[in-house]
């Protein structure tokens, strides 16, 4: 946890230079929108004008959730295993989407409550699944430390070998619980205005899962402004996981690209250790889940697409990275006024 100390601001120096060449591309100024300022984001974390997306990654953090013993969905504990290993063969919906975006996709035992037999799937339990937020805590502080620090040491050994972009997933049946709960702490929000239906609950099913939050935010409380308390109380392993993978990204260099909700609560959690990280987050889409809006707002990150997506494993983040070529496309093979005879347009007051 001592690299945290070591994170300083991306380079805003460069960003103003990425603009300086958007503007002399023959188009109206700032008309790419987000696109520019994400592209601006990226210039500055590798500081270079001229940034290359082309090395990027998918890390999906999987783990299990105590909060399941509740009964907040609609499927057992049993399917993080199986959907784990279907991701770490290159089977499942975000390896797809991986294929053709050109990423590699990684998935990371963290806490599965199973041993899993499969060697494509790295390996990083730190327990077998949380403990129940409706209880009591989801796991120690030493553990979130150890979850936070697998993380950042992926995000190290990613970069070392090039990696440049990389897109949060997860994979943990029930987690969209105690993401709920810390939304609700988080943002100042009583439990009913954050909690979603998750993958996919009745009305029924889903005023359970909110009594069951205010339960976990009853018991766990008084809470501080301390990140790794918030995690111990109400977290995950994956959402620690994902708060690592955010705060790597500020330490070595890398754009990190939140999720949906779960990872959006990561990257706020990661912002409480440092504010500085945000400068290296981009955000890809609004969440259907309720408190996903909010969670970016929190953040002050802008996202590209809002489509309903609510699917996980980092398919919503790996969206952005074709609209991200897309602007790389304009970036640096438009033609420019200069030498197309347009007369340049006037700055919009």
């Known amino acids: 946890m001592d690299r945290i100390s070591k994170i300083v601001r991306a380079d805003k120096k460069f960003a103003l230079l990425a603009q300086e060449h958007w503007d002399s591309v023959a188009k109206p100024l700032r008309s790419f929108g987000v696109l520019e300022d994400n592209w601006n984001k990226i210039a500055a974390v590798q500081r270079t004008e001229s940034p290359d997306i082309s ?3 998918v890390v999906v953090m999987c783990a299990d959730n105590g909060v399941v013993e509740e009964g907040v969905t609609q499927t057992d504990r049993s ?12 089977k499942s919906n975000i390896n797809a989407l ?8 990684i998935a990371v035992d963290i806490g599965i409550a199973a041993d899993v037999q499969c060697k494509e799937l790295v390996n990083r339990k730190i327990a077998y699944g949380s403990d129940n937020i409706a209880v009591g805590p ?5 553990n979130v430390f150890k979850a936070v620090e ?7 050994d990613l ?9 949060t997933g997860e994979m943990g049946i029930g987690n969209t619980t ?33 009594e069951v939050v205010k339960r976990a935010t009853a018991i766990n409380s008084p809470f501080s402004a301390d990140p790794t308390e918030l995690i111990s109380k109400l977290g995950s392993y994956e959402i620690a996981g994902m708060t690592g993978l955010f705060l790597g990204g ?9 999720d949906g909700v779960i990872s959006a609560v990561s990257a706020v959690l990661a912002s409480m250790y440092s504010e500085a990280c945000t400068d290296y987050m981009l955000a890809s889409h609004v969440s259907a889940e309720p408190a996903g809006i909010g969670l970016l707002e929190n953040l002050g990150l802008k996202a590209v697409i809002n489509g309903g997506l609510r699917l996980g494993e980092g398919t919503g983040g790996i969206l952005l990275l074709p609209l991200l070529d897309g602007a790389a496309a304009i970036y640096y093979n438009s033609h420019k006024f200069e030498n197309s005879g347009i007369e340049r347009y006037a700055e919009l007051k």
């Open 250 to 258: 500020a330490v070595y260099g890398v754009t990190v690209v939140i």
């Open 79 to 90: 399917v993080t295993r199986i959907c784990s290993e279907a991701i770490a063969c290159g």
């Open 55 to 57: 090395s990027r990654a």
């Open 178 to 210: 105690p993401t709920s709960a810390l939304s609700s702490v988080l943002l100042g929000l009583p439990p009913e205005v954050v909690t979603g239906r998750g993958a996919g609950l009745s009305t029924v099913m889903l005023e359970h899962k909110i």
């Open 159 to 167: 970069a070392e070998k090039g990696i440049k972009l990389i897109v």
């Open 138 to 142: 989801a796991m120690s502080r030493e």
């Open 150 to 156: 697998v993380g950042m040491d992926i995000v190290r």
């Open 98 to 105: 991986a294929h053709i975006y050109g990423a590699q996709v």
